[in-house]
């Protein structure tokens, strides 16, 4: 209870002086609605069933990509790792791709494929492979050589031994790799939806403010916010998780 008392301080300062800004009418509603006027919005948007509406199908283009992404990474990083002398072949095509911002692409894209959902799932794998990839490539090199002799002494198979040792051994990488990618991946199809689409919550926000709407703004932000923070606690129990299996602190 301490702990989560701890962690509220700064927001709840936070919230405090959002509300005396206003108290003190140093910006108008217009620009700036009080916590309560916010509040009174996100209420309304939950009950018609607006918010919930935008946050499905933000959070189902996510989760079409995101995991499109990690299979893609999986395979890729898994080849990486285990034939590493084939990376000649790939490296500078992926690396040009690493360094090219992935909402630069949605241009193109929607000349290619028009405002529908392939551009946006296309921009989500794009923002979210990297980060699984070399963190699945990293997971699978970093075995303990000493776990996978003793694995050929009981007479495990290859198979076998990336099966239950190797794979075991990088599933704390592959989470972390997972958890940065998520964060990337929600980046991106906000960034996505405030451009080229039609719905979700990128739309909502931007559609909020050619209404002028600030409250509506701020209800879009703190949604974001609060979904990412619960799926990054997620990742986070996953991640001691497999820490505490490997015996890791």
Wanted: proline letters at 3%; one cysteine or more; aromatic letters at 14%.
């Amino acid at each position: 209870m301490r702990e989560i008392f701890k962690k509220s301080i700064l927001i709840l300062a936070i919230f405090a002086i959002w509300q005396v800004v206003c108290e003190l009418e140093i910006f108008t509603p217009y620009i700036l609605p009080s916590p309560a006027a916010t509040l009174k919005t996100m209420y309304g948007m939950s009950l018609s069933g607006e918010l919930a509406t935008h946050t499905i199908i933000s959070f189902k283009r996510i989760f079409v990509g995101y995991a499109l992404s990690f299979a893609l990474a999986l395979v890729l990083g898994g080849i990486a790792a285990l034939l590493p002398k084939i990376s000649v072949y790939y490296e500078w095509i992926l690396e040009f791709f690493r360094n090219i911002p992935p909402l630069s692409l949605i241009a193109i894209l929607v000349l290619w494929f028009g405002i529908n959902e392939t551009p946006k799932i296309i921009i989500i794998i794009l923002a979210s492979f990297f980060p699984m990839f070399l963190s699945i490539q990293k997971g699978l090199t970093s075995c303990d050589i000493k776990l996978i002799e003793v694995g050929k002494i009981f007479g495990f198979s290859k198979f076998e031994i990336f099966y239950k040792i190797i794979l075991k051994s990088a599933l704390k990488d592959i989470f972390v790799g997972m958890r940065i990618g998520f964060g990337y991946a929600m980046r991106a199809i906000i960034g996505a939806e405030m451009i080229a689409a039609s719905s979700g919550l990128g739309y909502l926000i931007l559609d909020a403010e050619e209404l002028s709407r600030a409250d509506r703004i701020f209800v879009g932000i703190f949604t974001i916010g609060v979904c990412g923070v619960l799926i990054d606690r997620l990742f986070l129990l996953l991640i001691a998780k497999f820490s505490l299996l490997r015996g890791e602190k």
